[in-house]
């Protein structure tokens, strides 16, 4: 039996692990998981002697067949054993068993959006997954380029000045205030309120950037100074969101709770991507090769110096045509099982409360 090898795939490799080796690999990332101690040999003896009698002379002979695999390592001189980035990749790909929530923990995560407003749910869902996990949750607001606009309301104001609502799909709402220089007439308003809704209903945001002016164009007293305004007005109309506007970030102080980082030096990390939400916009995009619409980029994988310490659980979620991002940021000790369901959860349940 010990002969039967199981191929797994990581990455271009393929690696043969007997049934023995695979069940040391997982049992040293679960207590790793759990304790953050590097895992000795006697220890996993102890461990495992409900299920495989080995003694620990036999997995030391094992567990330096994994790490000459760089499955798992020896920090320092310590005779215990961590996992390798390799190893953490084997785990999530072929060995992990999913964790499914409970329906406790189903109930409390509806119960706490039961009371939020459409307009709250990112920054509450936010919120609330940094508190269950006990990570740096991260929710990207989706591109309100891809919205569709169902209705623009065109409002005159005191003096000279002209509120524009547009009101998108998925309950997202723009407001523009334009001021003129000439005296408004109200009925010419109407009709080129009426006028725009024909035309722009039913459209996405981008469409009408770049398309807005040939439209107006086609109005029948295009001449007049309100419709140059509004084809003047067009960028700040219909211009997309910012980046700075598209991040909620919770659960910081999470981090800080553990042992990989008492050293403040290690926060580093963190510390920058929080000020930089150019880098979390990037993490949050790299979901080639999903699987299952949940994304894992453990250490290095992340591509960036300062995060090799960390892993990162994303998926996307849909706002009607408009798609955003959320994710969790935290040690590579993570708890991947629980928290792939965890994200994957809350990016069905997003577009529920938001619609």
Do not use: W
Request: aromatic fraction near 6%; glycine fraction near 6%; charged fraction near 25%.
């Amino acid at each position: 039996m010990e002969d039967n090898r199981i191929l797994i795939s990581n990455g271009n490799d393929t690696i043969g692990l007997s049934e023995r080796e695979k069940q040391i690999l997982q049992t040293i990332i679960h207590m790793y998981l759990l304790n953050a101690v590097p895992v000795g040999s006697r220890s996993l003896s102890k461990y495992l002697q409900r299920d495989l009698k080995l003694s620990p002379a036999t997995i030391r002979n094992v567990m330096a067949d994994l790490e000459e695999r760089q499955l798992i390592t020896h920090p320092h001189t310590s005779a215990g054993r961590v996992p390798t980035d390799k190893g953490y990749r084997i785990y999530v790909d072929s060995l992990m068993n999913i964790e499914e929530l409970s329906e406790n923990e189903l109930k409390d995560i509806t119960l706490q959006f039961s009371d939020t407003k459409a307009e709250s749910v990112l920054k509450q869902a936010s919120k609330l997954l940094g508190m269950i996990s006990k990570y740096l949750s991260i929710i990207e607001i989706p591109n309100i380029d891809d919205l569709i606009v169902e209705k623009i309301e065109i409002i005159s104001l005191y003096g000279n000045r002209i509120l524009v609502v547009i009101a998108l799909n998925s309950n997202i709402i723009r407001t523009v205030t334009l001021e003129a220089d000439f005296e408004i007439d109200m009925k010419i308003l109407q009709e080129i309120s009426s006028f725009i809704n024909e035309r722009t209903s039913s459209r996405k945001l981008s469409y009408l950037r770049q398309n807005f002016s040939g439209i107006m164009e086609d109005y029948s007293g295009k001449d007049a100074p309100l419709i140059r305004l509004f084809i003047d007005s067009v960028d700040k109309l219909f211009e997309n969101s910012k980046t700075t506007d598209r991040i909620h970030i919770s659960g910081t102080q999470n981090l800080l709770s553990y042992p990989e980082f008492e050293d403040l030096g290690r926060v580093k990390g963190v510390v920058e991507l929080i000020e930089n939400e150019d880098i979390i916009i990037h993490l949050l995009d790299n979901k080639e090769n999903a699987r299952d619409g949940i994304k894992v980029l453990i250490g290095r994988e992340l591509n960036n110096e300062l995060l090799e310490d960390y892993s990162l659980i994303v998926s996307n979620y849909e706002v009607g045509p408009a798609c955003g991002s959320i994710g969790l940021i935290g040690p590579k000790r993570m708890n991947y099982s629980k928290m792939v369901s965890l994200v994957k959860y809350f990016s069905s349940l997003i577009p529920k409360y938001i619609s």
